[in-house]
């Protein structure tokens, strides 16, 4: 069975911290890995999505790496902004089809 | 093109009533997902459609659970004899052809409370 955990459960930085949020997952055949973000009351916003043959993924200050073998991901945050206050959550693909996810991160961006 | 929606956005029941929650996909696609989140825990799999039929229903927690995609689009989750227990944020899915490869673009939930 699949299990996803999240370190830290909670973190908070001032602005401008460069930031490492990690994922890690007990069966390493995973398809993929993404990483969503969620606000409050808000549904789940897909980060990054890397495919299984893929190192890492990045989008503007964010960048995702995979390491399939050790069973780890890290989402790598640079230049932390008040903005990127959310929970944000890691994931995998279950049996082809249902996503199995981490309890998730949430982080406090303060001014 | 609109985003997942999902009506009501809060609902509050009674414990032993009977609810209905509404999902609406992104136009053309095929698959559905329903999750279950509660408090301070990620979403938890329910239910996946592949257009009309219900491919993996694994998640459902018991037969008080129940949901429908009559045409392959709008997606209805319904819940019998509710319990505190059910109290949570209901979020729905949905992917353009199910699988692996699909990204899941979740829609903004239905917070359930249970009195």
């Known amino acids: 069975k699949q299990e996803v955990t999240q370190i830290p459960a909670a973190l908070s930085v001032p602005e401008g911290e460069n930031l490492v949020l990690n994922c890690s997952f007990t069966d390493s055949a995973i398809y993929n890995l993404q990483w969503f973000r969620q606000d409050p009351g808000k549904g789940l916003t897909s980060l990054l999505l890397i495919q299984s043959s893929q190192r890492e993924q990045t989008s503007g200050r964010l960048n995702a790496s995979l390491d399939k073998s050790s069973g780890r991901s890290t989402l790598y945050i640079a230049a932390s902004q008040p903005g990127d206050s959310a929970t944000y959550l890691c994931a995998v693909p279950y049996n082809t089809d249902k996503l199995i996810f981490g309890t998730g991160t949430r982080l406090q961006v303060f001014p | 093109g609109a985003g997942v929606s999902q009506t009501p956005s809060n609902k509050v029941t009674e414990k032993g009533k009977y609810v209905e929650l509404r999902c609406d996909p992104i136009s053309g696609h095929t698959a559905l997902y329903w999750y279950r989140q509660s408090l301070g825990q990620g979403p938890e799999f329910l239910i996946y459609?592949?257009?009309?039929?219900?491919?993996?229903d694994s998640g459902l927690p018991n037969d008080r659970f129940f949901a429908v995609r009559p045409e392959g689009s709008v997606s209805t989750l319904k819940i019998q004899r509710t319990e505190r227990g059910d109290s949570a944020v209901y979020l729905c899915a949905s992917s353009l052809g199910g699988g692996t490869t699909d990204t899941q673009y979740f829609g903004p939930g239905t917070r359930l409370t249970v009195l």
């Open positions: 459609f592949q257009g009309t039929g219900a491919a993996d």
